[in-house]
């Protein structure tokens, strides 16, 4: 009953640094999602991607790329860090057509020092 | 710009002293309003979706239900295990992104 399964659970970098965050789900969802959850703030979507082949923005993707490697995996990468990226990341999938998280990860506590 | 309100902030029972969650909410048209319950150190888990005004949903202790304006997470005779943060979020017509609230952290104590 794994779900979706996020990689690292905690990292610790220094600007200008790079760095990948892996996610898989193992439901056969075709929806995957990035979110970022800051203290205060509710969860903002940085990208998503709606089925394999296809990736698209959302509310916050500045300094951020993705890749959908295949229908599995869902991978976020910071190019060049800034400490405003500190943050806690949440991978989430969907089986539902319209773009509703149903499944998330246990997210990944990124502090850039 | 969609807009989505949740109060209070956070809100201390005892168990089995029932209350209400409020999530209110500005969007041009609304698709579906969404509850998540969140954990500590874990990702929100969903519990519910409203499509329409009028319509209500249950879950063990949890009744959410949905006007033109806002939503209530009723909760039941609460034990120590419904504590948890639950965060609203709305989705708009024709919108991939789901807008969130900040959410309501909710403690039960026994």
């Known amino acids: 009953n794994a779900g979706v399964t996020q990689t690292p659970k905690f990292q610790v970098l220094k600007t200008g640094q790079s760095m990948t965050l892996q996610c898989a789900q193992d439901m056969n969802h075709n929806s995957m999602y990035w979110y970022r959850q800051d203290p205060g703030m509710g969860l903002r979507l940085i990208y998503y991607s709606a089925s394999e082949g296809t990736t698209d923005k959302g509310e916050v993707p500045n300094g951020y790329n993705v890749s959908r490697l295949n229908k599995r995996e869902f991978s976020l990468r910071l190019e060049s860090a800034a400490p405003s990226q500190t943050s806690v990341y949440f991978c989430?999938?969907?089986?539902?057509?319209?773009?509703?998280?149903?499944?998330f990860g246990d997210g990944t506590r990124l502090s850039i020092l | 710009e969609d807009q989505v309100t949740q109060s209070p902030e956070a809100l201390r029972l005892q168990e089995g002293e029932s209350s209400s969650l409020n999530c209110s909410y500005t969007?041009?048209?609304?698709?579906?309003l969404f509850w998540y319950r969140q954990d500590p150190g874990k990702g929100p888990e969903f519990l519910f979706t409203l499509y329409s005004a009028g319509e209500e949903k249950e879950k063990e202790r949890l009744k959410a239900t949905l006007t033109k304006k806002e939503s209530f997470l009723h909760i039941t005779a609460p034990k120590p295990e419904d504590s948890a943060t639950y965060l609203c979020?709305?989705?708009?017509?024709?919108?991939?992104?789901?807008?969130f609230g900040q959410g309501t952290r909710l403690t039960i104590n026994p």
């Open positions: 979020a709305v989705q708009e017509w024709g919108a991939q992104k789901l807008v």
């Open positions: 989430a999938s969907s089986g539902l057509q319209g773009g509703q998280p149903q499944h």
């Open positions: 969007v041009s048209g609304l698709r579906g």
